[in-house]
């Protein structure tokens, strides 16, 4: 008969787990290393010695804190021989004794193991308060070999009638030897120094733990690094922000031009216990919100959940050659920078690895720079910290391999968060990152229309490829460019395509336009100026195929202050926002327009998301005594030119000129592209009118609409 009774068994480790916890899960021997150096913090350690002793018989790495806790032969049996322990976990996470008050790192009771990594051999001399020194031996093949499961593995756990390295002194020193590494190249050294440099934030003036690095032989091999602090003066910009307990943001921004640029002046805002406004949050981030505040545009204490307070801090460097040449040692700052630059995290002070380590891009600046080369910062730019609280961050678990925080909702609106504090320093850095680019290219600003001075730069190409009598092999390039763009402004813009892709491919043509008048005036040789030509006709031909005509149709303006108003009807309901249309109630004058439908549906929708968006920021800030309002009205007698179309907001207003929100790019909203209102203004220029930004003062409008005004004026 079978036996149907139930067999009840607990789970057995093989010994070999002793091994793959310790020489697989650590990712590297600069981060095994980094490990240890982390138990002696947690062992209240004010100081550590790391030494690697290669150059000898016997190579061996030597990790020693002079004044730790130690460990008594209870300390030993019960937490350091017990894999897994919580002794750092739950009820047992207190806090060291004053002054240093430290809470523990660790938690998961497996970092210890991080010695596999480095070698085979084990010698642990320790000693704690009215306690004996104690020495653990530990051969590990043969430890491992000799048993078959974990319970069956024997240590040899000695008190010395002598103290071999403790007198009266605590702390612990950890020998490892028979190194499975011992070819420890300049580079792998160096790597070294730099990562226990950053174990404690180089933006603290003041440190409770030291860590030391000596490869006695090789000294010359380290002795050059720089340290942080030897390159934060010479940043170009410098930012600092604090998010307290209750949301509250504060940050200070300098930009500090060289003193050799004479005619860029520095600059600061200051701004104290503001709301920080965030960036639009992916699906996943949205998900990580209380449904309370799931549609909220700022930061809610609620997003500080099992994160706590945060702060941080940003030095921002530019590598051209010409701004580092201006600050000094600029083969030095570029070397610091390519080793050390991005955006690291602290708790209490001690890094987390592995952020802003090496091609660690967590916050996705560099895809960023990519769309916007010119307004956002990559991680090679900036050197930059993320400073927590270890007891108020418990959202934010480290994963077992130590290569960063899990991915969890705490984490992913940790990291929004962040990117969104970011976005608030490239706004503030805007303008001086402008100004310094135009004094780099010697260039001054040009607010004239794109199309005079793209017809001004044409103009000037030809007068220039005559004055150097390339007429012959140029000449039709230019001509051919110049039409195909023309057309392409005039298609495009009549047939309803907007967005990204229209503003960037206008933008790229304008820019290569003045790039290639420049090559000629500079007498490039001839194949450079053929090439950048080619380069022009080839980007204008290959958006050709997006073209597609619209007939332009004439049709009275109600008929798409109605369409525009039923199709954004759900959307003036879901935030509250109270609109008023006097044209499609007769109230105020209709006037006829021809040009094309759906490309004016496209250009009013989009000054409606604009003044959605700022109304329900506003209503945010302010509260239940703020209800947002819009309102669309026609001015039919205002303007010479001819009859005009207003979208006016109570919102807060214009925070960039009237010629700065219609250039490509320039914006005041976090994560915005800046190229709505140039989408606008090209098209009302194609159509033969013009958009216009009013104060609305200056319209006579009525006084419960003083935010924004744009009025669309037609020809």
Same mark, same amino acid.
């Given at each position: 008969?079978?036996?149907?009774?139930?067999?009840?068994?607990?789970?057995?480790?093989?010994?070999?787990?002793?091994?793959?916890?310790?020489?697989?899960?650590?990712?590297?021997?600069?981060?095994?290393?980094?490990?240890?150096?982390?138990?002696?913090?947690?062992?209240?350690?004010?100081?550590?010695?790391?030494?690697?002793?290669?150059?000898?018989?016997?190579?061996?790495?030597?990790?020693?804190?002079?004044? %730790?806790? *130690?460990?008594?032969?209870?300390?030993? =049996?019960?937490?350091?021989?017990? $894999?897994? @322990?919580? &002794? +750092?976990? #739950?009820?047992?996470?207190?806090?060291?004794?004053?002054?240093?008050?430290?809470?523990?790192?660790?938690?998961? %009771?497996? *970092?210890?193991?991080?010695?596999?990594? =480095?070698?085979?051999?084990?010698? $642990?001399? @320790?000693? &704690? +308060?009215? #306690?004996?020194?104690?020495?653990?031996?530990?051969?590990?093949?043969?430890?491992?070999?000799?048993?078959?499961?974990?319970?069956?593995?024997?240590?040899?756990?000695?008190?010395?009638?002598?103290?071999?390295?403790?007198?009266?002194?605590?702390?612990?020193?950890?020998?490892?030897?028979?190194?499975?590494?011992?070819?420890?190249?300049?580079?792998?050294?160096?790597?070294?120094?730099?990562?226990?440099?950053?174990?404690?934030?180089?933006?603290?003036?003041?440190?409770?733990?030291?860590?030391?690095?000596?490869?006695?032989?090789?000294?010359?091999?380290?002795?050059?690094?720089?340290?942080?602090?030897?390159?934060?003066?010479?940043?170009?910009?410098?930012?600092?922000?604090?998010?307290?307990?209750?949301?509250?943001?504060?940050?200070?921004?300098?930009?500090?031009?060289?003193?050799?640029?004479?005619?860029?002046?520095?600059?600061?805002?200051?701004?104290?216990?503001?709301?920080?406004?965030?960036?639009?949050?992916?699906?996943?981030?949205?998900?990580?919100?209380?449904?309370?505040?799931?549609?909220?545009?700022?930061?809610?204490?609620?997003?500080?959940?099992?994160?706590?307070?945060?702060?941080?801090?940003?030095?921002?460097?530019?590598?051209?050659?010409?701004?580092?040449?201006?600050?000094?040692?600029?083969?030095?700052?570029?070397?610091?920078?390519?080793?050390?630059?991005?955006?690291?995290?602290?708790?209490?002070?001690?890094?987390?690895?592995?952020?802003?380590?090496?091609?660690?891009?967590?916050?996705?600046?560099?895809?960023?720079?990519?769309?916007?080369?010119?307004?956002?910062?990559?991680?090679?730019?900036?050197?930059?910290?993320?400073?927590?609280?270890?007891?108020?961050?418990?959202?934010?678990?480290?994963?077992?391999?130590?290569?960063?925080?899990?991915?969890?909702?705490?984490?992913?609106?940790?990291?929004?968060?962040?990117?969104?504090?970011?976005?608030?320093?490239?706004?503030?850095?805007?303008?001086?990152?402008?100004?310094?680019?135009?004094?780099?290219?010697?260039?001054?600003?040009?607010?004239?229309?794109?199309?005079?001075?793209?017809?001004?730069?044409?103009?000037?190409?030809?007068?220039?490829?005559?004055?150097?009598?390339?007429?012959?092999?140029?000449?039709?390039?230019?001509?051919?460019?110049?039409?195909?763009?023309?057309?392409?402004?005039?298609?495009?813009?009549?047939?309803?395509?907007?967005?990204?892709?229209?503003?960037?491919?206008?933008?790229?043509?304008?820019?290569?336009?003045?790039?290639?008048?420049?090559?000629?005036?500079?007498?490039?040789?001839?194949?450079?100026?053929?090439?950048?030509?080619?380069?022009?006709?080839?980007?204008?031909?290959?958006?050709?195929?997006?073209?597609?005509?619209?007939?332009?149709?004439?049709?009275?303006?109600?008929?798409?202050?109605?369409?525009?108003?039923?199709?954004?009807?759900?959307?003036?309901?879901?935030?509250?926002?109270?609109?008023?249309?006097?044209?499609?109630?007769?109230?105020?004058?209709?006037?006829?327009?021809?040009?094309?439908?759906?490309?004016?549906?496209?250009?009013?929708?989009?000054?409606?998301?604009?003044?959605?968006?700022?109304?329900?920021?506003?209503?945010?800030?302010?509260?239940?005594?703020?209800?947002?309002?819009?309102?669309?009205?026609?001015?039919?007698?205002?303007?010479?030119?001819?009859?005009?179309?207003?979208?006016?907001?109570?919102?807060?207003?214009?925070?960039?000129?009237?010629?700065?929100?219609?250039?490509?790019?320039?914006?005041?909203?976090?994560?915005?592209?800046?190229?709505?209102?140039?989408?606008?203004?090209?098209?009302?220029?194609?159509?033969?009118?013009?958009?216009?930004?009013?104060?609305?003062?200056?319209?006579?409008?009525?006084?419960?609409?003083?935010?924004?005004?744009?009025?669309?004026?037609?020809?």
């Amino acid at each position: 008969m079978v036996d149907t009774k139930p067999l009840i068994r607990p789970f057995r480790a093989n010994a070999h787990l002793l091994k793959l916890l310790g020489d697989e899960l650590i990712g590297d021997d600069r981060l095994a290393v980094f490990e240890l150096v982390k138990n002696a913090y947690d062992a209240n350690a004010t100081k550590v010695d790391v030494t690697l002793n290669l150059d000898c018989d016997n190579p061996h790495i030597v990790i020693w804190d002079h004044n %730790g806790f *130690g460990m008594t032969k209870d300390d030993i =049996l019960d937490k350091w021989m017990e $894999i897994g @322990t919580n &002794s +750092k976990r #739950s009820k047992n996470k207190v806090r060291t004794p004053a002054p240093l008050s430290r809470l523990p790192l660790g938690e998961k %009771g497996v *970092g210890r193991l991080a010695v596999h990594k =480095l070698g085979n051999q084990l010698i $642990i001399n @320790t000693r &704690s +308060k009215n #306690s004996a020194e104690y020495q653990i031996k530990i051969d590990w093949p043969k430890l491992i070999g000799e048993a078959q499961y974990i319970e069956d593995t024997r240590v040899t756990i000695t008190p010395l009638d002598t103290p071999k390295y403790f007198g009266s002194e605590t702390g612990t020193r950890i020998e490892i030897g028979d190194l499975n590494n011992t070819h420890w190249v300049r580079g792998d050294l160096r790597r070294l120094k730099r990562l226990l440099t950053s174990l404690v934030s180089p933006f603290k003036t003041v440190s409770d733990f030291d860590v030391n690095l000596a490869v006695p032989g090789r000294e010359k091999e380290v002795a050059d690094l720089l340290d942080a602090r030897d390159i934060l003066d010479k940043a170009l910009w410098t930012y600092h922000f604090i998010i307290d307990e209750n949301g509250r943001f504060s940050s200070t921004y300098s930009f500090n031009p060289p003193k050799t640029f004479r005619e860029l002046a520095s600059s600061s805002i200051e701004i104290a216990d503001e709301q920080l406004e965030l960036l639009e949050p992916s699906r996943e981030e949205a998900l990580t919100r209380e449904k309370k505040i799931s549609e909220s545009l700022l930061l809610k204490p609620e997003d500080l959940n099992d994160i706590g307070p945060l702060s941080g801090t940003f030095y921002i460097f530019i590598k051209s050659g010409a701004v580092l040449s201006a600050i000094g040692s600029p083969q030095l700052v570029k070397d610091y920078l390519r080793e050390q630059s991005g955006v690291r995290v602290y708790r209490d002070g001690i890094r987390v690895f592995n952020y802003g380590e090496g091609k660690d891009d967590w916050l996705g600046l560099n895809a960023g720079r990519i769309n916007m080369p010119g307004q956002k910062i990559d991680t090679g730019m900036v050197i930059g910290g993320i400073d927590l609280n270890l007891e108020e961050s418990s959202g934010l678990k480290e994963k077992t391999n130590r290569e960063g925080f899990d991915e969890n909702d705490t984490y992913k609106r940790f990291r929004w968060v962040v990117a969104s504090v970011v976005e608030d320093f490239h706004l503030k850095h805007r303008n001086d990152r402008e100004a310094l680019d135009l004094y780099l290219k010697g260039d001054i600003k040009d607010g004239s229309p794109a199309t005079t001075r793209f017809a001004e730069s044409i103009k000037d190409i030809r007068k220039t490829i005559k004055k150097h009598k390339l007429e012959k092999e140029m000449n039709s390039k230019v001509t051919q460019i110049e039409s195909d763009y023309l057309q392409m402004r005039e298609v495009t813009l009549s047939s309803g395509i907007a967005g990204i892709n229209l503003a960037v491919i206008f933008h790229e043509v304008e820019r290569g336009v003045d790039d290639l008048n420049e090559a000629i005036r500079q007498s490039d040789d001839y194949s450079t100026l053929l090439k950048r030509a080619e380069h022009l006709a080839e980007l204008l031909e290959g958006f050709a195929p997006l073209l597609r005509r619209n007939e332009q149709k004439t049709f009275n303006i109600k008929a798409l202050t109605q369409k525009v108003v039923s199709l954004n009807r759900h959307r003036f309901e879901h935030h509250n926002i109270t609109l008023s249309c006097p044209i499609n109630t007769d109230e105020s004058d209709s006037f006829e327009v021809t040009a094309p439908f759906g490309l004016l549906q496209a250009t009013l929708t989009n000054l409606i998301d604009n003044s959605i968006h700022w109304t329900n920021l506003k209503a945010e800030k302010e509260g239940k005594d703020y209800r947002a309002a819009i309102r669309i009205d026609s001015l039919p007698n205002w303007f010479n030119e001819g009859p005009a179309l207003v979208v006016m907001d109570n919102g807060p207003g214009f925070s960039l000129t009237p010629e700065e929100a219609i250039q490509p790019f320039k914006t005041s909203r976090p994560g915005g592209m800046g190229v709505g209102l140039y989408y606008s203004d090209k098209v009302m220029e194609t159509i033969g009118g013009r958009l216009q930004i009013c104060n609305p003062e200056d319209l006579d409008l009525p006084e419960a609409y003083q935010g924004a005004a744009v009025v669309m004026i037609f020809s």
